[in-house]
Each structure stands twice: as C-alpha cells, then as structure tokens.
C-alpha cells in the first residue's frame, strides 16, 4: 500500500495476443506532490508463467533500463555489496497464480517518475479456451486507469469472454468488446468513483483480475501455422475424432499427513471423478500408507456395479501410517502392465502431499526405478498436495514418465482443482503424437505421448535458409478409428502468413527455454549443463528473466541497484544478507538505502523515533545462579530447544569446538522476581534462536533470533498458527502467508489487515497482531544504526501449558532450597533434541557449568547424556563440576 502522499495519476495495462502469445505492458505515471523527496514503490503481479523481458523507469526525462545477466553474475555483485555491509532485501513473493514485481526509487520534490514493466507469455489451451489473466491492484484509485487488450488471430475467433473478479455488475459498463472474425478488442477503463465502490475495491482502489478467455476456429485438422521472419509455429488441436477408452489407475496417499480436509477433498474429488468415467474405460484403486493396498487385484471396466462399489471403497478411505511412495507407483504401474487392452491409452495419477518416509527413501533411487519400470510406455501424473510436498522430486518424476506435475493447493476449491486436472486428461483422442518438419530447424518438441480433447500441441522452430517454399509439415499420429497411422499434409498451395514483427521468434525463444528447463530437471553432468547453457543464452539474448537470469534494475546515482529473480513456488521468501537460492520475484539492494529520506517525509506522522528498549545497566545484574526458578529454567530449557533443532548434528559438531572456545557476545536479559528486589538476569548468546511463546491450545507458536550484537534485540521474528499461516517480521519489513497468498508490508506503511482469524494494524513502525486470545504487539527500533525487533505481550493467552520467555509466569521464592527440587515434569533430558544438534555450539562454558550446577540430583545424568553423544561436552564441562556449584552456593 502506498503512502498517501503519493499520486498514481495514469496507470495503463496494454496486453496484445498474436498467434497465442502475449506481451503484456504495465505503465504506471505517478507524482511527488508535496514539497520535499520521498520514496516511490512500483507494485504488480504479473502471470506465474510469463517472462519478464523489459523494465524501465524515466525520471526527469533520464530512463534507467533493467539489463538482463546471468544469475551468478548478478549474485556475485550483490554479494559483493554485502560484503561491504550494505543493505539487501527480497520485496516480492510468489502466489498461486501470480508473483509480484516490486521496487522503488526516491523522487525530487513535485517531481514524477514512469515505470514500464513488460512481460511475456504463450497462452496455454485447456479444457478448449485460452485464458489472458491481467491483475489490476494500482494501490490507490487512478484518475486514467486503463485496460487495452488486442487479439489477433489468423484464424478466426470462435469465442470471446470476459470473466474475473472485475467483471461484476457494478463494474459492467467500464467494460467493452468488439468481435470482428479475427480480431478483438477489450476495454476496461473504469471510473475513479467506481474503483473504490466494486466489490472487490476499497479505499485502496481496484483489487482483482480481469480474465480474458477465448478460442479460435479450427478449419483442417492440420491446425494453424504461421511464419515470420524466418520462424514458424504451429498449433494442433484437432478436436474431429473419436475418444480413446483409457486405462486409468488412481494412487492416493492415504498416510497420516493427509488428514482432515485434504482427504476430504481428495475423496470429495475422487467420487466426482468416478462418477465422469466412460463405460468403456477401465480402472484401478491403490491406497497407500506405510503399505499398499489395491481396491482389485485387476483394472475393470468402469460399469454402473463397479462404480458403485468403487465409490463405496472411496468413501471410506482414511488417513493414517507413512508414505511408501514407491512401491505404490511400482504397483500401479505392475497393475497397468497386467491387464494391457487393445485400442486404448493408460495412464497412472499420483496424489500425495508428502516425501517418502518409509520403503525406499533414497529419491534417485526411486526415479530410476519407476522410469525402468513404465519403460515410455504410458505417462504418469503426479499432483503435489498442499506447499510442503516436494514439489520438485514429484515434477522430476512425471516428466521422466511423459506427465507433468501439478500443484494442488490446499484451499476450499481444492476439490475442483483435483475434478480439473482431471478433466484436462480425460478425453484422449491421439497417442504416439510426432510433428516431422521438412525444410525446419532448432525445433522445439516434437514427439507426444498423447494428444487430449481441448489441449493443444505448440510446435515452433526455424524455417531452413528462410525457404518457405520448401518448407512442409507433417503429423502422424495414432487414434481410434482404425488404430493405424493418422496423418495430414498441410497442401503448399495453400498461403502461409507472413508478417513484418518478431513476435513468433520470441515465441520460438520463449517455448524452447521452457522446455530447455524441464529437460534440465531430467538431466545430470555434461547433458545437464549443455542444456542449462542452450536456455542461458536464449533467455541473454532475448532478456527473459528466468530461473537461470535475473534482472538488474538500475537506479540514479546513490540509490540501490536492484537483483530481480525469477521465483520459485515452495520457498519462503527471504530478506536475509546472504545470497538467496531463490524464493519470490526478488529484489536484492546492492547499497544501503539512507535513512534520511524516511525520517525526513515522515516527520509529520510521527511524533517519536524508536530508539530501543531501555538501557540495561550492568549495576542491575547484581544476581546469582539461585534465582532461578522451575520456570524460567523451564522456560529457558524450551528456547534452547528450539535452537537445537534448527541445526543438523554435523553441522553442530563442526562447529562446536570454534564456537566454545571463542567468546561470543552476549545478549542480556531481565525478568522480574517476585519475592526479590533485584529482577533476574542471564545473558545469551547473541544470533541464538529463542522460543518466546508457545500456546498448543491454539495452535500459536512465536519464535525469535536474536541479532548480531549485544546492544540490540532480535532480527528476525516468526509467528506460526495454525499449519498454513505464518508471519514473518524482520528489521526489512513483514511477510504474511494466509495459507493462499503471501503479502508483504514495509515498515514504512500504514496498514490494518485483517482475515477470519488474524488481525494485522501497522502503523509508527509498531506492528500490531492479535491471533485468537493472543496480542502482540513487534517494534522496529534503532539504536546506534542498528536496527532490531523488540516483541511485547499485550495479552497472554488463556488456557494452560502456555510456555517460551514471554508465555510463564516469573516466580521465584525466597527459600533458595526449593530451587534444586525440580521435578521430571520440569526438565527432561531429551535424547532426541540432544542428538538433533549440539548444545556446545550455543553455550559457553560457564553458561553449561553453571546450568548443570543448578539442575542438582538431575545434572550428572544429564551431563551423562551428553557425554555420550557430543565429543566436546567431556572438553567443557568437568565431572567435578558440582564441587563449583557447593563454591557457588
């Protein structure tokens, strides 16, 4: 959201669509009106699977262009930045259908600033139409707000829809349409009035998509081809012919991570789909968990009793055990094998929403054995449920097998995505599917396993020596009419367009690059970078920005350069100094932005500067070791925890023996006490991981790192509820993942966000959150220029087992003998936490001394413990070590 001073006075979104691809250009006109320089964001979503190709900022007549550079080269440049202590940041994140382009630039005093942002995209035909999806989220309402979208297709239109959630009735005469054979226009020019008063609009102006959904007509069965320049495409979509019967087995993941609404709607899904099989289709069940197990040894048809009872095994499928991944496939492809029928196409379908956790783990291991064991011989799906599936190991293995990965998310239309994709396969009409070109080159794919009802096969390459005249093409293929060769020849009589623009070349560049990075996912070695080195010079020469590119973003003299990455969905996005492994469409600042620009314009909403926390005199910590009480130890032992899990043993063991013998610095605490006059006190080592609050009631979790230094607090933290929602806070600005979307804030805004259950109020660099019965409020503070979180409980939540630093109750007696009576309730020991990662990478040698002391009776077996399994403990911790704690006492 924008700061109110700025004014967006004309934002344009021109899309064109020329033989299916689309170059869409985002132009936002926005003016500094007030009397002093301040920073201006630029803030869109763009399709997930486009490119970007062009970006652009103009001010004061001077244009600033994104240049396109291999993605280690620009990474070495902004680490080298932060290595010069510079400042950096993600501000961009990735979606379900769209991933954001953000950044920002500092405009002199009643000055202005254009930014153009161009992207491109080849339209993918499902279910029979194509889909244009343009986002509109300005920010603010925009007096010269457009939407200009031109379609140009040889031939012909067959239909032309407009739908979205900006296609309502009170926005219906902002739009028009004009249909002429192969040509459409679309116009969405709404009203200032009426950007702030649609359903989807606020105060904030448009927020919604605007779907532009159409298909062309299909006069031969050879389809369409076009030429340019040199380069041709070619789009098969016959849809004359008669449907395959299939043989379809379905493999659902039924172990215990798919419980609740995910095997709800996987069941939902799957008696819909149960329901859609034809007569003369055949089909199998397998479930599996920790085992395997199949609804019929064998496929059957798929008749009214078999239905039925099919349904009536679906109906009562439950999640439970682990997920052996692989025997299941193994078995579905045994099944299919087993009962081959002439005259039809088979096919598996994958649904899990986990790894492998039991069987056969080992992922190479896995992909090798279901390729050997399909052989080519039909394709497998593998649909990833939910974001914390690995998407990547299910992607891998159905494009080694001819399929494609899909990822299913875990909202409430769930069930039609799975009743979707299923659709988009259910009518085969073609198989073993080869485009032959005579007189092409440098083609892109030309082999297909199968051709379905609605789906399209894209083909695009070079004409040899630019000879149209000898240039042919050719499909064979196999269907069911005669179950013999199917082929056509498109006549050389018959006129070829040709047309003065380029965009089929970047078609061309754009389908070979996609491909060029699935067959990467497949390959390893020399293979593996010859491929990634044909898709790197493609995307270098035509600008795209890809998971092999990213964009530089220049700006004027002093401000930050900007790294753009092309996102990857699944990871979190990272605002961290290291160099990112990719996560949003990401921005890094190669030079720290000044801080003078924020005070300067903000003087005016902001009354105080956050400074820090008090002071933390030294003259306080006038305590001892015996203050301590179950709880605090309690609560501190739980913190520690959570830092032991965040490393791997080896890495701990590693470091561990550098760790403790260095001295860290340290971070300090205090903590009232009843009873005492003094408040308690213990320092941490500062970069440590702390677990400040804990409530299983609902299913809240707060966890914190602490900075750098000691004279600050923490510089990350994370808040968890629930599975799917997580906010994320450092001294950059805050992440909020609603379990479908993730936003991003900057400190600078002001923002009240709210959804069923999270209520989100920025505003003076506070951030206020209130989750169920919880509120916190998280402060951005500075104090000798560092920058740092501080969290403060404004109300506890209610119920028991409430734990972390800001979650028990601090009591402590005045009779230091109880404080060595601890119970096995109070501190356990936990191998397992013990064997996750090493305490000794943590605490020095005093803080582990004086900690065991402390545990009295319990301290020699738990140092037992640690001798065991952590060769540096018996280095810092003598066995003696309790005649110090009688010294201490």
Same mark, same amino acid.
């Given at each position: 959201?924008?700061?109110?001073?700025?004014?967006?006075?004309?934002?344009?979104?021109?899309?064109?669509?020329?033989?299916?691809?689309?170059?869409?250009?985002?132009?936002?006109?926005?003016?500094?009106?007030?009397?002093?320089?301040?920073?201006?964001?630029?803030?869109?979503?763009?399709?997930?699977?486009?490119?970007?190709?062009?970006?652009?900022?103009?001010?004061?007549?001077?244009?600033?262009?994104?240049?396109?550079?291999?993605?280690?080269?620009?990474?070495?440049?902004?680490?080298?930045?932060?290595?010069?202590?510079?400042?950096?940041?993600?501000?961009?994140?990735?979606?379900?259908?769209?991933?954001?382009?953000?950044?920002?630039?500092?405009?002199?005093?009643?000055?202005?600033?254009?930014?153009?942002?161009?992207?491109?995209?080849?339209?993918?035909?499902?279910?029979?139409?194509?889909?244009?999806?343009?986002?509109?989220?300005?920010?603010?309402?925009?007096?010269?707000?457009?939407?200009?979208?031109?379609?140009?297709?040889?031939?012909?239109?067959?239909?032309?829809?407009?739908?979205?959630?900006?296609?309502?009735?009170?926005?219906?005469?902002?739009?028009?349409?004009?249909?002429?054979?192969?040509?459409?226009?679309?116009?969405?020019?709404?009203?200032?009035?009426?950007?702030?008063?649609?359903?989807?609009?606020?105060?904030?102006?448009?927020?919604?998509?605007?779907?532009?959904?159409?298909?062309?007509?299909?006069?031969?069965?050879?389809?369409?081809?076009?030429?340019?320049?040199?380069?041709?495409?070619?789009?098969?979509?016959?849809?004359?012919?008669?449907?395959?019967?299939?043989?379809?087995?379905?493999?659902?993941?039924?172990?215990?991570?798919?419980?609740?609404?995910?095997?709800?709607?996987?069941?939902?899904?799957?008696?819909?789909?149960?329901?859609?099989?034809?007569?003369?289709?055949?089909?199998?069940?397998?479930?599996?968990?920790?085992?395997?197990?199949?609804?019929?040894?064998?496929?059957?048809?798929?008749?009214?009793?078999?239905?039925?009872?099919?349904?009536?095994?679906?109906?009562?499928?439950?999640?439970?055990?682990?997920?052996?991944?692989?025997?299941?496939?193994?078995?579905?492809?045994?099944?299919?094998?087993?009962?081959?029928?002439?005259?039809?196409?088979?096919?598996?379908?994958?649904?899990?929403?986990?790894?492998?956790?039991?069987?056969?783990?080992?992922?190479?291991?896995?992909?090798?054995?279901?390729?050997?064991?399909?052989?080519?011989?039909?394709?497998?799906?593998?649909?990833?449920?939910?974001?914390?599936?690995?998407?990547?190991?299910?992607?891998?293995?159905?494009?080694?097998?001819?399929?494609?990965?899909?990822?299913?998310?875990?909202?409430?239309?769930?069930?039609?995505?799975?009743?979707?994709?299923?659709?988009?396969?259910?009518?085969?009409?073609?198989?073993?599917?080869?485009?032959?070109?005579?007189?092409?080159?440098?083609?892109?794919?030309?082999?297909?396993?199968?051709?379905?009802?609605?789906?399209?096969?894209?083909?695009?390459?070079?004409?040899?020596?630019?000879?149209?005249?000898?240039?042919?093409?050719?499909?064979?293929?196999?269907?069911?009419?005669?179950?013999?060769?199917?082929?056509?020849?498109?006549?050389?009589?018959?006129?070829?367009?040709?047309?003065?623009?380029?965009?089929?070349?970047?078609?061309?560049?754009?389908?070979?690059?996609?491909?060029?990075?699935?067959?990467?996912?497949?390959?390893?070695?020399?293979?593996?970078?010859?491929?990634?080195?044909?898709?790197?010079? /493609?995307? +270098?020469? *035509?600008?795209?920005?890809?998971? #092999?590119?990213?964009?530089?973003?220049?700006? %004027?003299?002093? =401000?930050? $350069?900007?790294?753009?990455?092309?996102?990857?969905?699944?990871?979190?996005?990272?605002?961290?100094?290291?160099?990112?492994?990719?996560?949003?469409?990401?921005?890094?600042?190669?030079?720290?932005?000044?801080?003078?620009?924020?005070?300067?314009?903000?003087?005016?909403?902001?009354?105080?500067?956050?400074?820090?926390?008090?002071?933390?005199?030294?003259?306080?910590?006038?305590?001892?070791?015996?203050?301590?009480?179950?709880?605090?130890?309690?609560?501190?032992?739980?913190?520690?925890?959570?830092?032991?899990?965040?490393?791997?043993?080896?890495?701990?063991?590693?470091?561990?023996?550098?760790?403790?013998?260095?001295?860290?610095?340290?971070?300090?605490?205090?903590?009232?006490?009843?009873?005492?006059? /003094?408040? +308690?006190? *213990?320092?941490?080592?500062?970069? #440590?991981?702390?677990?400040?609050?804990?409530? %299983?009631?609902? =299913?809240? $979790?707060?966890?914190?790192?602490?900075?750098?230094?000691?004279?600050?607090?923490?510089?990350?933290?994370?808040?968890?509820?629930?599975?799917?929602?997580?906010?994320?806070?450092?001294?950059?600005?805050?992440?909020?993942?609603?379990?479908?979307?993730?936003?991003?804030?900057?400190?600078?805004?002001?923002?009240?966000?709210?959804?069923?259950?999270?209520?989100?109020?920025?505003?003076?660099?506070?951030?206020?959150?209130?989750?169920?019965?919880?509120?916190?409020?998280?402060?951005?503070?500075?104090?000798?220029?560092?920058?740092?979180?501080?969290?403060?409980?404004?109300?506890?939540?209610?119920?028991?087992?409430?734990?972390?630093?800001?979650?028990?109750?601090?009591?402590?007696?005045?009779?230091?003998?109880?404080?060595?009576?601890?119970?096995?309730?109070?501190?356990?020991?936990?191998?397992?936490?013990?064997?996750?990662?090493?305490?000794?990478?943590?605490?020095?040698?005093?803080?582990?001394?004086?900690?065991?002391?402390?545990?009295?009776?319990?301290?020699?077996?738990?140092?037992?413990?640690?001798?065991?399994?952590?060769?540096?403990?018996?280095?810092?911790?003598?066995?003696?070590?309790?005649?110090?704690?009688?010294?201490?006492?």
């Amino acid at each position: 959201c924008p700061n109110g001073d700025w004014d967006i006075y004309s934002f344009h979104i021109n899309s064109t669509v020329t033989s299916r691809y689309a170059t869409t250009i985002i132009t936002s006109r926005v003016a500094n009106p007030i009397n002093q320089s301040q920073e201006i964001e630029f803030h869109v979503k763009i399709p997930k699977n486009a490119f970007i190709s062009k970006f652009k900022m103009t001010i004061e007549g001077q244009t600033y262009d994104g240049v396109v550079k291999q993605k280690e080269e620009a990474q070495q440049q902004y680490t080298q930045a932060v290595s010069r202590g510079q400042s950096a940041g993600i501000v961009s994140s990735v979606g379900r259908t769209l991933e954001e382009f953000k950044t920002s630039v500092t405009v002199a005093a009643l000055s202005k600033v254009t930014f153009e942002l161009t992207y491109e995209e080849l339209l993918k035909r499902r279910l029979g139409k194509y889909e244009l999806l343009i986002h509109a989220r300005p920010m603010q309402p925009v007096a010269d707000f457009k939407i200009d979208v031109y379609i140009n297709e040889r031939p012909g239109i067959n239909f032309l829809e407009i739908t979205g959630g900006l296609s309502t009735k009170a926005l219906a005469n902002a739009i028009t349409k004009t249909h002429a054979s192969s040509e459409a226009w679309v116009h969405f020019y709404p009203s200032k009035e009426q950007q702030s008063q649609c359903e989807s609009c606020g105060e904030q102006g448009l927020n919604g998509d605007l779907v532009i959904a159409y298909d062309v007509h299909r006069n031969t069965s050879m389809g369409d081809l076009n030429e340019s320049e040199g380069y041709f495409v070619h789009h098969f979509a016959p849809s004359d012919l008669p449907r395959i019967p299939k043989n379809v087995v379905f493999i659902i993941d039924q172990s215990g991570s798919m419980h609740g609404r995910k095997m709800e709607q996987t069941r939902e899904a799957l008696l819909k789909i149960l329901g859609d099989l034809a007569e003369d289709d055949h089909f199998g069940l397998i479930t599996f968990d920790s085992s395997v197990s199949t609804w019929r040894k064998e496929l059957l048809p798929a008749n009214q009793d078999n239905l039925e009872a099919a349904k009536s095994f679906a109906r009562h499928i439950h999640e439970r055990g682990a997920t052996d991944i692989n025997a299941a496939v193994l078995e579905g492809t045994a099944m299919l094998n087993r009962h081959p029928h002439d005259g039809s196409v088979s096919l598996l379908i994958l649904l899990t929403d986990g790894d492998p956790t039991t069987g056969e783990t080992n992922l190479e291991k896995i992909h090798k054995n279901i390729k050997e064991a399909i052989g080519k011989k039909f394709p497998l799906y593998c649909l990833g449920f939910g974001m914390d599936v690995n998407f990547d190991f299910l992607e891998k293995m159905a494009l080694e097998n001819s399929g494609v990965g899909r990822r299913i998310y875990t909202d409430s239309d769930a069930a039609l995505q799975l009743q979707g994709f299923y659709e988009e396969v259910a009518t085969p009409l073609l198989t073993d599917v080869q485009m032959v070109y005579l007189g092409g080159a440098n083609l892109t794919q030309t082999n297909f396993s199968q051709y379905y009802n609605g789906s399209e096969i894209v083909v695009a390459g070079q004409i040899t020596d630019n000879n149209i005249k000898m240039f042919t093409a050719e499909v064979i293929a196999i269907s069911k009419s005669n179950r013999v060769m199917y082929s056509e020849t498109l006549p050389m009589e018959e006129p070829i367009e040709a047309r003065s623009d380029s965009h089929i070349q970047r078609l061309w560049a754009y389908l070979t690059v996609k491909q060029l990075l699935d067959k990467e996912v497949q390959l390893s070695g020399k293979a593996k970078d010859k491929v990634k080195k044909e898709a790197l010079d /493609l995307c +270098l020469k *035509y600008g795209f920005v890809t998971p #092999l590119t990213s964009m530089v973003v220049t700006k %004027p003299q002093g =401000e930050d $350069s900007q790294v753009a990455h092309k996102p990857k969905e699944g990871e979190k996005p990272t605002r961290s100094s290291q160099v990112p492994s990719g996560s949003g469409l990401q921005f890094f600042n190669r030079h720290v932005h000044s801080e003078q620009n924020y005070h300067h314009h903000h003087t005016h909403t902001h009354t105080h500067t956050h400074e820090g926390p008090p002071a933390m005199p030294d003259s306080l910590c006038e305590c001892s070791l015996m203050f301590f009480s179950q709880s605090i130890l309690r609560t501190l032992l739980h913190s520690l925890c959570l830092s032991l899990s965040l490393f791997s043993l080896s890495l701990s063991l590693s470091l561990s023996l550098s760790l403790s013998l260095s001295v860290s610095p340290l971070q300090r605490f205090l903590l009232p006490a009843e009873g005492q006059a /003094l408040p +308690l006190c *213990y320092d941490i080592p500062v970069a #440590l991981s702390l677990r400040l609050l804990k409530d %299983p009631n609902n =299913e809240l $979790s707060m966890n914190g790192q602490l900075g750098q230094s000691a004279s600050a607090g923490y510089r990350k933290i994370v808040i968890h509820y629930k599975s799917d929602q997580h906010i994320e806070l450092d001294t950059t600005g805050i992440t909020f993942n609603d379990g479908q979307n993730i936003t991003y804030f900057s400190w600078i805004l002001k923002i009240n966000h709210e959804t069923d259950s999270v209520s989100l109020i920025l505003r003076d660099k506070e951030m206020d959150v209130t989750i169920a019965s919880t509120r916190v409020v998280i402060m951005l503070y500075k104090r000798n220029g560092i920058k740092f979180l501080w969290p403060v409980l404004r109300q506890r939540p209610t119920g028991e087992n409430i734990i972390g630093i800001m979650g028990d109750s601090i009591l402590v007696s005045s009779d230091h003998n109880t404080f060595t009576q601890l119970s096995s309730e109070s501190f356990r020991c936990s191998l397992a936490n013990f064997r996750r990662a090493c305490i000794c990478a943590f605490l020095s040698r005093g803080t582990l001394q004086a900690l065991f002391c402390f545990l009295g009776d319990y301290g020699p077996s738990c140092l037992e413990i640690i001798d065991k399994i952590l060769p540096c403990s018996s280095g810092l911790i003598p066995h003696h070590s309790h005649d110090h704690c009688n010294s201490t006492r």
